[in-house]
């Protein structure tokens, strides 16, 4: 009877056997998507994180984004330049040209032309900041001033005749320096810049003359 006992226990082994060995297996190929994790995003987990790009960046310290220009820098004050400030120059650049100019006058309601205030190029890229008042107590070694709307080779302030106007500094970074240029207006700028312009920032504030 131990025998055959035996015999018969060992007969019904493999049975035994075969579900748990179904098992195993189904849950060996179940594993990535149990874990909600796909076989190379688990390759991928120890990669490092690549550097977010650098954001070409101009900011003033007199005003916000989309804020108001203080008087001083404007016709009711002293029409002093403002401070200016920019970061991560693309690399390659060779040279900043610096347009701000009004796309709202002389009315925001019914805009007939861009009014330019100030054309400035040939700034060095290294250059970080034109500092307040810049346009009348000199720009950094070797950048020079076009022409503004007033036919005059400096900063002209916001002198709205009607309304808040929007006023755009916009700085642009070249791979070459701009030469044979003499007093060049925003047209002539741009024209010269054609081509050769490898980034741009923007800084916009705001102006509207006191009530009387």
Known sequence: ????????????????FIP?????????????????????????????TPPSPMTFKLTSPAFQPNGSIP?????????TSPPLEWADVPAGAKSLALIVDDPDAPDPAKPQRTYVHWVVYNIQPGTTQLAENAAKSGLPTGAQNGSNDWKKQTYGGPCPPIGRHRYFFKLSALDTQLTDLNN??????????????????????TYEKAKK
Request: net charge negative.
């Open 20 to 48: 748990l060995v179904f098992l195993a297996c189904s849950r060996s190929e179940q594993q990535p998507s149990d874990t909600g994790t796909a076989p190379q995003a688990q390759a991928n987990a120890g990669a490092p």
């Open 184 to 205: 060049p207006t925003k047209a002539d700028l741009e024209k010269a810049m054609q081509g050769h312009i490898v980034g741009h920032t923007e800084l916009v504030g």
């Open 71 to 79: 008087s001083k820098y404007t016709c009711e004050g002293s029409d």
């Open 1 to 16: 009877m131990h025998r055959a006992a035996s015999a018969g226990t060992m007969r019904s082994l493999p049975i035994a």
